[in-house]
């Protein structure tokens, strides 16, 4: 079987679709002839990528069996190919928002809704990234039996690095031998929570709580969530936290390894944002790999992520006491959160590595050759 894998999103920008994309591509060359087309310069560049991908695509798929898209965005680009190469089979992984996108407001997401969305129905097979995507997908139109659902994965290979607090340090700015670093992985968009964490959760920590948020910040007129970069450096300003918070943007992925191993706990405080959603949320797990136990929201695709005592703790959305509580039950208990993180990390080895999840992208896709 021969797969040419097509990614909008792809490292070095910075993303859970760029994640999965790279990670999906890396292991299906393992177990397939895979060959990859990636838009390595963001969302800025797609209006040069899209054309040079569809162009590439009709020459390569004479001698390629499926094209797989790393996401809903390019699913017309299917479509097209498609109507030229009939016995091709087509197939799109869908991460959440590339579906909810079209229940927006505003032009783009009319736009969307009257063309990525018949051009996804249209596809062979949908992989969604969790149950929660899968629901949203058929709630779009897609035939249920043409959806698998494959949650993302994990490399711990690639993620885990040495503890290294100096490193930190240096990457803060700040010394932190005496303070609990609490890390948050993620773009800088009203869903994942930041603000809202800064505002209600941040002030009722004690003075030797650290919370630290890195991400890629929105550019600006693109299409998808507004940037909260900014939102999230007024609430810091607002309540005089510069001292308990560091705000930090577009690091290069050492960097971001360096705080997912050296930091003490993650936090994942999505909060409920009408037209946007958290597909499934591949920081948590990253983070789980890392040796961090992880409280989240138990909302939409987190619920999936994290399973409620194995590798984090799940607590209600926009539920500031309950985040405290859990956060102070983990900083007064050292030993507590050391037994967790090594328990958070053996259960994702057994529910997300790659190396089983590229297995089952292999399987049903060569299933679906024979249909």
Request: charged content about 25%; overall charge negative; proline content about 5%.
């Amino acid at each position: 079987m021969r797969i040419l894998l097509i990614s909008r999103a792809f490292p070095p920008v910075i993303g859970g679709i760029e994640n999965h994309n790279r990670d999906l591509a890396l292991w299906l060359a393992k177990k397939t002839d895979c060959t990859l087309i990636a838009n390595h310069r963001g969302k800025s560049f797609l209006p040069l990528f899209l054309p040079y991908a569809f162009i590439k695509a009709l020459f390569l798929m004479r001698t390629h069996d499926v094209l797989l898209l790393g996401d809903g965005v390019l699913a017309p680009l299917a479509a097209a190919v498609s109507l030229i190469y009939p016995h091709r089979k087509t197939a799109c992984v869908v991460h959440g928002l590339d579906i909810a996108f079209g229940t927006k407001q505003g032009f783009l997401s009319r736009v969307y809704k009257s063309v990525n969305l018949p051009s996804l129905r249209r596809l062979d097979r949908i992989f969604a990234v969790s149950e929660h995507t899968s629901h949203v997908a058929i709630d779009a139109g897609v035939d249920p039996e043409r959806i698998t659902i494959i949650q993302n994965g994990i490399d711990p290979l690639e993620l885990v690095v040495p503890r290294d607090r100096a490193a930190l340090d240096t990457l803060l700015g700040v010394e932190t031998a005496h303070q609990f670093v609490i890390v948050r992985i993620g773009r800088y968009v009203k869903h994942k929570g930041v603000e809202w964490f800064i505002r209600n959760v941040v002030p009722r920590l004690s003075d030797d709580v650290l919370f630290v948020a890195a991400g890629g910040v929105v550019a600006g007129k693109t299409a998808g969530d507004d940037d909260y970069f900014p939102a999230c450096e007024q609430a810091v300003r607002d309540l005089a936290l510069e001292g308990k918070v560091k705000l930090l943007t577009n690091l290069p992925r050492a960097d971001i390894l360096t705080l997912l191993n050296s930091s003490d706990l993650a936090v994942s405080p999505n909060i409920p944002v009408p037209g946007t959603m958290e597909g499934f949320g591949i920081n948590v797990i990253e983070a789980n790999s890392c040796g961090l136990p992880v409280i989240a929201s138990d909302l939409e695709g987190l619920s999936e992520a994290v399973h409620d005592g194995e590798n984090g703790r799940l607590v209600r959305p926009s539920d500031a006491d309950a985040y405290v509580e859990a956060i102070r039950l983990y900083s007064d208990d050292r030993r507590q959160l050391k037994i967790d993180g090594e328990k958070a990390a053996a259960f994702v080895s057994s529910h997300f590595l790659w190396d089983t999840l590229s297995d089952r992208y292999k399987d049903v896709l060569e299933a679906e050759l024979t249909r």
